[in-house]
């Protein structure tokens, strides 16, 4: 016979399952983290290789072409981030035998991309008022917000990684020559920090 604080262990643990998204893969953090990092050494040397001028990385490229090349990058960055995600977040819900697509999992994916999503859209208006400063600032706030309302339906941790982009995302709006600086420890650093503390918690 299961003692009662057994009994409340499991209900509590149903109650969460059937509330919260856990199938999220600490290795997909860690991989989006090293994608922001390759992403972002290579925008560090078309902008400032080999002056601190911008866009004086090489005399070949214009300042037209630089920016295609920055949003491409941004882009295929972001496809392999979210790719990433999507498949090893799936291979642990089923390693686990946890249900990944649920209620839960769609109210974690609306919290999240509502203010990811807006971010994008605010991105798009700087670029096409040459507020290039500024994109940095805004993708790191925004998707600090976006983290922070999903963290109510998923790990814990999330949260706290949300509080370190915001962080960084008011650093870079008043530093906004340290903004690619900011942006590689947000979108990099932190996500292989926080990917390894819940891929050695949650994942194994």
Not at 25 to 41: E, P, T
Not at 74 to 94: E, H
Not at 117 to 137: D, K, V
Not at 149 to 160: Q, R, V
Request: net charge positive; charged share 10%.
């Amino acid at each position: 016979m299961k003692k009662p604080e057994q009994e409340l262990a499991e209900i509590r643990s149903m109650m969460e399952r059937s509330t919260r998204f856990l199938s999220l893969s600490g290795l997909a953090g860690i991989l989006a983290g090293i994608y922001a990092l390759a992403g972002a050494s290579l925008a560090w040397y078309w902008i400032y290789f080999p002056s601190s001028e911008y866009a004086s990385g090489t005399e070949s490229i214009s300042t037209a072409d630089l920016r295609i090349n920055l949003l491409v990058v941004a882009l295929v960055v972001l496809g392999l981030a979210v790719g990433s995600a999507y498949f090893l977040s799936q291979n642990k819900s089923q390693r686990k035998s946890q249900q990944f697509r649920s209620p839960a999992s769609k109210r974690f994916l609306l919290a999240l991309f509502i203010p990811v999503i807006a971010g994008g859209l605010f991105s798009f208006a700087l670029i096409h008022q040459s507020a290039y400063q500024m994109i940095a600032p805004a993708t790191l706030i925004f998707y600090g917000l976006g983290l922070i309302n999903a963290s109510h339906f998923t790990l814990g941790e999330i949260k706290n990684l949300g509080i370190g982009q915001l962080i960084l995302g008011i650093i870079a709006a008043f530093f906004p020559e340290f903004g690619l600086i900011c942006w590689a420890l947000g979108f990099g650093v932190l996500h292989v920090i926080y990917g390894s503390l819940m891929y050695f918690k949650y994942d194994r």
